[in-house]
Antibody, heavy 119, light 110 residues
Framework: QVQLVESGGGLVKPGGSLRLSCAASGFTFSDYYMSWIRQAPGKGLEWVSYISSSGSTRNYADSVKGRFTISRDNARNSLNLQVSSLRAEDTAVYYC????????????WGQGTTVTVSS | QSALTQPASVSGSPGQSITISCTGT?????????VSWYQQHPGKAPKLMIY???NRPSGVSNRFSGSKSGNTASLSISGLQAEDEADYYCSSYTSSSFYVFGTGTKVTVL
């Protein structure tokens, strides 16, 4: 079945780094744009970044630009988010999602991976 | 990158209809037919309910419908059921080539 599974979250000190991954299965990964979205504890959804199907186009929210890097490996059906220079406000559940309807909607979501930034 | 504006909460009795608004600007909601709506139950991942303003993905109940007028999009739920109690978020693509989500609305079934 169509599925996204995130991994790589954890507890990290301010200024530290992590690499989040999202494993895709059940669909042709290379056909789709993909996004990362996060949700701080008790807060709403915040879009973080997207990457085009080929990987040639990437965009980031201002809050993470210059600190986070999105990438993909279509041969391995894998989406990644390198998160660096982490701050307390980056603490959140990070979801990967498939942009199944172009820019019109994200139709498949993973279960999320939790990043906690604390000293 | 200001969030789209949604009411914090909306409530209704079983069987009733409710509507959630989502207000943006001409640079997002008003400028594109790329508005989507998501349902999120506590501790769960969001689920797509409406895409491209008014389209339902396969498997989503026809009790859910979407519309847009100017800079405001709306999600309507008819025949409210206990299982509809959840948080709902709108989202729009923007002229800056990124997405913005709404502030979120908690739907309570009385």
């Amino acid at each position: 079945q169509v599925q996204l599974v995130e991994s790589g979250g954890g507890l990290v000190k301010p200024g530290g780094s992590l690499r989040l991954s999202c494993a895709a299965s059940g669909f042709t990964f290379s056909d789709y744009y993909m996004s990362w979205i996060r949700q701080a504890p008790g807060k709403g959804l915040e879009w973080v970044s997207y990457i085009s199907s080929s990987g040639s186009t990437r965009n980031y929210a201002d809050s993470v630009k210059g600190r986070f890097t999105i990438s993909r490996d279509n041969a391995r059906n894998s989406l990644n988010l390198q998160v660096s220079s982490l701050r307390a406000e980056d603490t959140a559940v990070y979801y990967c999602a498939r942009e199944g309807y172009g820019f019109g909607g994200m139709d498949v979501w993973g279960q999320g991976t939790t990043v906690t930034v604390s000293s | 990158q200001s969030a789209l504006t949604q009411p914090a909460s909306v409530s209704g009795s079983p069987g009733q209809s409710i509507t959630i608004s989502c207000t943006g600007t001409s640079s997002d909601v008003g400028g594109y037919n790329y508005v989507s709506w998501y349902q999120q139950h506590p501790g769960k991942a969001p689920k797509l309910m409406i895409y491209e303003v008014s389209n339902r993905p396969s498997g989503v109940s026809n009790r859910f419908s979407g519309s847009k007028s100017g800079n405001t999009a709306s999600l309507s739920i008819s025949g409210l059921q206990a299982e509809d109690e959840a948080d709902y978020y709108c989202s729009s693509y923007t002229s800056s080539s990124f997405y913005v989500f709404g502030t979120g609305t908690k739907v309570t079934v009385l």
